[in-house]
T-cell receptor, first 116, second 114 residues
Framework: EPEVTQTPSHQVTQMGQEVILRCVPISNHLYFYWYRQILGQKVEFLVSFYNNEISEKSEIFDDQFSVERPDGSNFTLKIRSTKLEDSAMYFC??????????????FGEGSRLTVL | AQSVAQPEDQVNVAEGNPLTVKCTYS??????LFWYVQYPNRGLQFLLKYITGDNLVKGSYGFEAEFNKSQTSFHLKKPSALVSDSALYFC????????????FGGGTRLMVKP
C-alpha cells in the first residue's frame, strides 16, 4: 500500500539553527500538508500546498517557516531559525481529492524535532 | 470558524465491551467528518469518514460512527473492544468550500483492559 514517508524520524538541533524536514507524499496525490503535534497536545494545521503554491496557512506558519516542492517527489518544511517552542512532532500528509472536499489525508510517521 | 470537541481525555473500557468515543463539532455549513487513530510513536491512520448519505458509516478494524446533525455529533463506536484498540483517537472536520484543511479535536485516549 502506498504511504507517505518522512525523514528524519528524529532531529535534535540548537536554538537558532535551520532545520529542513523532508516528506515524500503518495505519488499520485496533488495536495500536501504539514501539521504539528506538540507533546501531549492536539494536532495543529500549519500549511497546505497545491499546484506549487501555498493554498492555506495557519497563524503558526509565520515567516520562520517555508515549504517547497523542489522536485516531482519531495515536499519539504524549512524552519529558518528554530525556537524552543518549535519542539514538536511534525507530520506530513497528502490527499488526492481535496478539490471535492471528500478526501481523507494520508499521514506520514512524523519527524520529531527537539530544539535545545 | 470550525472547531471540534472531544469532551473526554480518556475512555476506559473492558475488553469485549462496547466502546464509544465522543466528538462534537461546530461549523457553519454541512461538514465532512473524519476519525483518525494514532498508535504510540506512529502517524495518524484514517479510520472512517462521513461525507453524505447514511448517517452510520463503517470503517477499518470494526469501527463505526454515527453522524447526528441535530446534536452536531459524530461519535465513534465499536461493539466489542479489543486490547489492541488502545490508542489515541482524533476526530476531525472539514467544511466544503471553506478551505482544504482538516481541523482536529484534542484527542481521546482509549484504554482497553483485558
Amino acid at each position: 500500500e502506498p504511504e507517505v514517508t518522512q525523514t528524519p524520524s528524529h532531529q535534535v538541533t540548537q536554538m537558532g539553527q535551520e532545520v529542513i524536514l523532508r516528506c515524500v507524499p503518495i505519488s499520485n496525490h496533488l495536495y500536501f500538508y504539514w501539521y504539528r503535534q506538540i507533546l501531549g497536545q492536539k494536532v495543529e494545521f500549519l500549511v497546505s500546498f497545491y499546484n506549487n503554491e501555498i493554498s492555506e496557512k495557519s497563524e503558526i506558519f509565520d515567516d520562520q517557516f517555508s515549504v517547497e516542492r523542489p522536485d516531482g517527489s519531495n515536499f519539504t518544511l524549512k524552519i529558518r531559525s528554530t525556537k524552543l517552542e518549535d519542539s514538536a512532532m511534525y507530520f506530513c500528509a497528502s490527499s488526492d481529492q481535496v478539490g471535492t472536499g471528500t478526501g481523507e489525508l494520508f499521514f506520514g510517521e512524523g519527524s520529531r524535532l527537539t530544539v535545545l | 470558524a470550525q472547531s471540534v470537541a472531544q469532551p473526554e481525555d480518556q475512555v476506559n473500557v473492558a475488553e469485549g465491551n462496547p466502546l464509544t468515543v465522543k466528538c462534537t463539532y461546530s461549523v457553519s455549513g454541512n461538514p465532512y467528518l473524519f476519525w483518525y487513530v494514532q498508535y504510540p510513536n506512529r502517524g495518524l491512520q484514517f479510520l472512517l469518514k462521513y461525507i453524505t448519505g447514511d448517517n452510520l458509516v463503517k470503517g477499518s478494524y470494526g469501527f463505526e460512527a454515527e453522524f447526528n446533525k441535530s446534536q452536531t455529533s459524530f461519535h465513534l463506536k465499536k461493539p466489542s473492544a479489543l486490547v489492541s484498540d488502545s490508542a489515541l483517537y482524533f476526530c476531525a472536520v472539514r467544511v466544503p468550500n471553506a478551505g482544504n484543511m482538516l481541523t482536529f479535536g484534542g484527542g481521546t485516549r482509549l484504554m482497553v483492559k483485558p
